[in-house]
């Protein structure tokens, strides 16, 4: 089975701070997603890799940035948090090019901005 | 643009009742089409998917049906169980030529609650 992990399930941070959420798959997947889910809104795309040093933007980039060093690792980074990031995160991975495929979720990070 | 859409945002029936979750869909370019069942505190998980060429695929108590007339999609889940609640999400992907990725654009969820 695909796993999808996320390095923390819970995090809370003050306003301003630097923050790294990282997520790891080890099926060998070339993209990979990070979504935030917030109540009404679904999940909405923040970024995506289709490769390792490869980024795209998603619909929602605005404050956030990303890093692909390693096919299996993609990280998401809030340069300076702020309490509108509060938020569920989750990433997800996918076979390259597989149009018609489900993408594999991790469990989730809820973040927290003080 | 574009989005997917879902008609109720919340569900509840009985333990052993059929349910039905609904979603719209507005890009006729959409060649796929997946069902997600996110439990509490979970990330969401594959359920079961169908692709435009098909109106109707079964799996294990569910089924989906896609109506690409009225641009619908259906969830059924036969016998629904206390476990079968969740937030059930529709996403789809619409294939631009090339390779899309794998992006896919979710609905905003309906809560499905089974009472005993």
């Known amino acids: 089975d695909v796993k999808v992990t996320q390095s923390s399930r819970y995090l809370v941070k003050r306003t301003g701070e630097k923050v790294f959420l990282e997520c790891v798959q080890d099926m060998d997947h070339e993209n990979m997603f990070w979504y935030r889910q917030d109540p009404g809104l679904g999940l909405r795309l923040i970024y995506f890799s289709y490769d390792v040093k490869m980024k795209e933007k998603g619909d929602i980039p605005e404050g956030y940035s990303v890093s692909r060093e390693k096919k299996e690792r993609f990280s998401l980074i809030l340069e300076s948090a702020s309490t509108n990031q509060t938020s569920m995160y989750l990433c997800a991975s996918i076979p390259w090019g597989r149009v018609g495929y489900e993408q594999y979720f991790g469990p989730g990070t809820r973040l927290t901005v003080t | 643009g574009e989005s997917v859409g879902l008609h109720l945002p919340t569900l509840s029936v009985q333990e052993g009742d059929n349910s039905i979750i609904n979603c719209a869909y507005s890009?006729?370019?959409?060649?796929?089409f997946i069902w997600y069942k996110q439990e509490s505190g979970k990330g969401p998980q594959f359920i079961i998917d169908?692709?435009?060429?098909?109106d109707k695929r079964q799996g294990q108590r569910v089924t989906v049906l896609l109506n690409k007339t009225v641009k619908h999609l259906s969830l059924q889940i036969a016998a629904t169980q206390p476990g079968d609640s969740a937030v059930y999400f529709c996403a789809e992907n619409i294939y631009a030529g090339g390779t899309s990725y794998g992006k896919l654009t979710f609905g905003q969820g309906t809560i499905l609650t089974v009472h005993p």
């Open positions: 890009n006729s370019a959409s060649d796929y």
């Open positions: 169908i692709r435009s060429n098909m």
